[in-house]
């Protein structure tokens, strides 16, 4: 079941709560209306507009086809069936390419790291499987089922994080969501079955014709995503990325790299055709020479 | 002490300080990051090392697969003298990228996992692949040289033997990645400015790489005969200017009707940093090497030909600085408000990489039989049979006496 996540700007009062349970549940330092970086992967912005101030959040859109995935030289980026795009630190050789192709502007990087990481919004995916029942090795860091180091995004979990880390992960009704989700006390920012939060998207800007601007951002952008937003306002007036198309991003350099196994076939077959032919025409030129020089010199 | 000091002449102290200030550079870039090293942020996340150092830096060596090309796959085989200088070049070029790619990378130590993460749908992992293989298939295409000079006989005819394979299999994987650093752009069509992004940047990307292979063969040789005494034909360099000339017509042709089709020629009198950025790659690239072409006393002299393709090497390294870099400027300013220009220690290690590129290829020409006129006759050629060497060898050689009907 693809989970995603569904942010409706109109409910938000800017408390900033999901910005400070992001940085609490990835443990980074705790800073009021952070920018994106590598220490905060969501942002809220407030915009003054003719409704009044609304709070324009941003995170990562968790693409269906990411841009970023299929950026990626060695496949660190992936898009889990769980629906979130997650990022394995043990792959990447910190090319930023990712970075170029995000049509989100969404990785961030550790510019002053000698061992940098790329950044980015997971959905709390790793932090979401965290349970309590998995075993502690003698250091005092969490294991996973296979035995290595609990790791989420190149960091490992101390057990004594362990507690903190599932309480900002699990909902009220005892469900595990995104941090951010389960901070937000004005139920602005949801996260759900995918299928089930498209549905309620479009109850609500149906219902609510005088409420909403008749578009649900995420749901075509780059083919489709995983983070959709609701508002009042049109999305350009908010600073949205809404010239991104609709096309899925990665298509543009597939189109090209599938032609590849055809253009190597039918490239190399003419190369050694020419070569062939011109290689023949130089022996037999040599031939002729030869026997033209014999002849001359019986001849002599 | 004084011997010393007299033998430092004005380019080799320039190119001793362009050194320092990379050694400098080195030592921040690997001790305190990219951060601390670079102008690069997380809105300009690629700078001049990707742009020049990788995206031309891989172009520039095109001359390699070209000339290999023209005399061992097409047997023209007049300009066999400019071959080993142009493997050369595109030997030293291709260590070159590898070198500023480990300064670019932000893991340098994990390159090699390109090797076993392979992820086929990025047109970054062909590119790595290819460079990979090709830099292989260049140091095999560039050992006769040091065969020969060391007389490994054995070693040349395995060589030798696998020649043709060898050529064809270079062309095909410069044919695939020289596009393929194109294709790198495709992904972010909304991020580029018109004039340079285009589906068919690939094409773009090889037929221009073709143009500066020649371009830079024709440099390398002028400059290296006015250094080491080496002539070469002028003859010669005139044909390659003109395919490069010829290949260049072509490929301006298809970049204007690009334009024309996505619209894009709307912009040409904006008045506009991109604007002004393309005028210069087009002048550089095209209008001055046309200008000096129909000269009358063109084809006569070395310094017109050099002249020529010293500003299609120019006018390239501006349309890759251009497509990766200009071409993104607008994005920066009107997302972010930023703009972004090298920082002075970018600067330093791109020219201490190319300096370094200088001064390898003058060993090289110093110490290995790289033009034809070096030592004695070369042991080895890829037309001539080793049977020839033979005592028959003498009788099939075109004896002019004797060659009458």
């Known amino acids: 079941m693809p989970h995603a996540i569904l942010v409706d700007l109109t409910e938000c009062v800017g408390c900033g709560a999901c910005t400070t349970a992001c940085q609490q549940v990835h443990q980074f330092p705790e800073v009021e209306n952070p920018t994106m970086d590598a220490q905060n992967f969501t942002t809220l912005r407030a915009i003054e507009t003719e409704d009044g101030e609304v709070y324009a959040r941003q995170m990562c859109q968790h693409c269906q086809d990411p841009a970023c995935a299929s950026a990626c030289l060695v496949g660190a980026l992936e898009k889990t069936r769980d629906g979130a795009v997650t990022w394995a630190a043990n792959k990447c050789i910190g090319c930023r390419y990712c970075m170029v192709a995000c049509p989100f502007d969404i990785p961030k990087y550790e510019w002053a790291s000698n061992n940098p990481k790329v950044r980015k919004c997971t959905m709390c995916y790793m932090e979401r499987q965290l349970t309590t029942d998995l075993k502690v090795d003698a250091e005092g860091y969490v294991l996973d089922r296979s035995g290595e180091r609990y790791d989420i995004d190149g960091h490992n979990v101390k057990a004594e994080d362990r507690d903190m880390i599932i309480e900002l992960t699990t909902n009220a009704d005892g469900k595990r969501a995104s941090a951010c989700s389960v901070a937000c006390p004005m139920n602005s920012t949801m996260f759900g079955d995918r299928a089930a939060l498209i549905g309620e998207a479009q109850r609500r800007i149906k219902d609510n014709p005088d409420t909403y601007v008749q578009k649900i951002y995420g749901l075509k952008e780059v083919g489709g995503t995983s983070v959709f937003y609701l508002s009042s306002v049109p999305f350009e007036d908010l600073g949205f990325y809404t010239n991104v198309g609709t096309e899925n991003l990665p298509d543009h350099t597939w189109r090209v790299l599938e032609k590849i196994p055809d253009i190597v076939v039918t490239a190399g077959v003419a190369l050694g055709a020419v070569y062939w032919i011109t290689n023949r025409r130089e022996e037999v030129r040599k031939f002729e020479q030869d026997v033209k020089n014999q002849r001359s010199q019986k001849k002599a | ?405």
């Not at chain 2, 590898?98 to 086929?120: C, K, M």
């Not at chain 2, 047109?123 to 490994?152: D, G, K, N």
């Not at chain 2, 002539?231 to 360099?237: A, D, G, I, Q, V």
């Not at chain 2, 090298?342 to 790289?370: H, N, Q, R």
């Open chain 2, 1 to 405: 002490m004084k011997q010393f000091l007299s033998r430092i002449t004005f380019w080799k102290a320039t190119a001793g300080l362009f050194l320092l200030g990379g050694l400098v550079t080195t030592v921040i870039r690997f001790g305190w990051g990219l951060g601390a090293s670079t102008n690069l942020t997380d809105e300009t996340p690629w700078g001049l090392w990707i742009g020049f150092d990788v995206v031309t830096g891989v172009g520039l060596a095109a001359g390699g697969f070209t000339l290999a090309g023209i005399v061992h796959v097409f047997h023209i085989k007049r300009f066999e003298p400019v071959v080993r200088p142009a493997i050369l070049t595109a030997f030293l070029g291709y260590c070159l990228v590898i070198v500023g790619l480990l300064f670019d990378l932000g893991r340098p130590w994990s390159i090699w996992h390109a090797l076993i993460y392979q992820n086929p749908h990025s047109v970054l992992f062909e590119v790595a692949m290819c460079v990979m293989i090709y830099t292989s298939v260049l140091a095999l295409e560039f050992s006769p040289v040091v065969l020969e000079r060391f007389r490994l006989q054995k070693a040349l005819k395995v060589i030798k033997y696998v020649t043709p394979v060898l050529i064809i299999l270079g062309i095909l994987l410069s044919m695939l990645h020289q596009s393929s650093l194109g294709s790198l752009y495709l992904i972010v069509p909304q991020k580029m400015h018109p004039y340079w992004y285009s589906p068919m940047l690939p094409v773009f990307f090889f037929i221009s790489a073709v143009a500066v292979g020649l371009g830079m063969t024709v440099v390398e040789s002028y400059l290296s005969a006015r250094a080491f005494q080496k002539t070469l034909e002028t003859p010669l360099l005139r044909d390659l200017s003109k395919m490069m000339i010829g290949v260049l017509l072509v490929y301006f042709t298809m970049r204007g009707i690009d334009l024309v089709r996505r619209d894009a020629l709307g912009f040409l009198f904006d008045g506009s940093f991109e604007t002004m950025m393309l005028y210069l790659e087009v002048s550089l690239m095209l209008i001055i090497p046309l200008i000096l072409f129909n000269l009358r006393n063109w084809g006569r002299s070395r310094q017109g030909m050099f002249f020529s393709a010293f500003s299609v090497v120019l006018g390239f390294m501006t349309n890759r600085l251009n497509v990766t870099m200009t071409s993104l400027e607008a994005y920066y300013r009107e997302n972010f408000g930023v703009s972004y220009f090298p920082g002075i220690g970018e600067l330093m290690v791109t020219i201490s990489i190319v300096t370094l590129g200088f001064v390898l290829f003058g060993l090289a020409v110093k110490y290995l039989p790289i033009f034809p006129d070096h030592e004695e006759e070369t042991v080895l050629r890829l037309d001539t049979k080793p049977e020839n060497s033979g005592p028959h060898a003498m009788h099939a050689r075109p004896v002019p006496g004797l060659n009458r009907h």
